[in-house]
T-cell receptor, first 111, second 114 residues
């Protein structure tokens, strides 16, 4: 049974800092992994999708890596801004109909 | 390109009532998945619809049911509401059925059960 864990649960950083959010999963047989952003009370916004054959994906200040053998993914945010404050969720799809989510990391960027 | 839209955005029901939530999938997408998100937790998979049939279900009782229509829009129905059903219900659309591609979510329907 796939389990997804995100550490830390919450993180507070000063503006401008580079930061890394972590996601670990127990079953390395994945189809893809997706990172999302969620603002309070809102839906999920897709940030990056990494297919199982890929090692990383980049979009603007965001870079996501995937290491299936160790069951880990990281989301790197460069030069953080107050507008980056949100909850970040990772989600793992094992090739079937179900996508398993972590509980998220709540990020607060101080101006 | 039209994104995923959900309605209603907020609703309040009492225990034992029934509720229907609606979702219009993103243009070009043929697969709809529903998720329940309790406060402070990650979304939990309820079920997925592809070609108007349920092709996968999470650990939710039969009182959670759904439909997908020929235009790929979908409904989530919950009967005999319980207090624990209070949550944000999220709809996600994708393309590909069983081999799920990138998921795109709507803004959700916030259900409060009193």
């Amino acid at each position: 049974k796939q389990e997804v864990t995100q550490i830390p649960a919450a993180l507070s950083v000063p503006e401008g800092e580079n930061l890394v959010l972590n996601c670990s999963f127990t079953d390395s047989a994945i189809y893809n992994l997706q990172w999302f952003r969620q603002d309070p009370g809102k839906g999920l916004t897709s940030l990056l999708l990494i297919q199982s054959s890929q090692r990383e994906q980049t979009s603007g200040r965001l870079n996501a890596s995937l290491d299936k053998s160790s069951g880990r993914s990281t989301l790197y945010i460069a030069a953080s801004q107050p507008g980056d404050s949100a909850t970040y969720l990772c989600a793992v799809n094992g090739g079937g109909f179900k996508t398993i989510f972590g509980a998220g990391t709540r990020l607060f960027v101080k101006a | 390109e039209t994104g995923v839209t959900q309605s209603p955005t907020h609703l309040i029901k009492t225990r034992g009532q029934q509720v229907t939530l609606r979702c219009s999938s993103q243009s070009g997408h043929n697969t709809v998945s529903w998720y329940q998100q309790a406060l402070g937790q990650g979304p939990q998979f309820i079920f997925q619809y592809y070609r108007e049939e349920e092709n996968g279900r999470g650990n939710f009782p039969p009182r959670f049911s759904g439909l997908q229509f020929p235009n790929y829009s979908s409904e989530l129905n919950v009967n005999a509401l319980e207090l624990d059903d209070s949550a944000l219900y999220l709809c996600a659309s994708s393309f590909g059925g069983l081999t799920s591609g990138e998921l795109f979510f709507g803004e959700g329907s916030r259900l409060t059960v009193l």
